[in-house]
């Protein structure tokens, strides 16, 4: 198993930056790919960002531009750095991991960490 422990949310008006962190730990696991996911009531879950192991980066096209997703590898470790936010960026966000435990590649979420954009 690999868990997946978010930090970071919080409440910051529009125009404001926020760093989400998510850091993995387990034993004998590892990382394809990790990202974050945002989900607001009513709606499916979407991708935000996320970063392959390569070191490849995919960005929804609403955050292009003001995001920036990272990692630190040695750490198993990923960043979301969160700037201009707008008030539609408001979400429950959810960390995200692709990853291989046992010779067996799994999907693990994190619980989540709220953003909130005031206008």
């Known amino acids: 198993q690999v868990q997946l422990v978010e930090s970071g949310g919080g409440l910051v008006q529009a125009g404001g930056s926020l760093r989400l962190s998510c850091a993995a730990s387990g034993s004998q696991f590892s990382i394809n790919a990790m990202g974050w996911y945002r989900q607001t009531p009513g709606k499916q879950r979407e991708l935000v960002a996320k970063i392959t192991s390569g070191g490849n980066t995919n960005y929804a096209d609403s955050v292009k531009d003001r995001f920036i997703i990272s990692r630190d590898a040695a750490k198993n470790t990923v960043y979301l750095q969160m700037n201009s936010l707008k008030p539609e960026d408001t979400g429950n966000y959810y960390c995200?991991?692709?990853?291989?435990?046992?010779?067996?590649?799994?999907?693990?979420w994190g619980q989540g960490t709220q953003v909130t954009v005031s206008s």
């Open positions: 995200h991991s692709i990853a291989q435990t046992l010779g067996v590649t799994r999907i693990f």
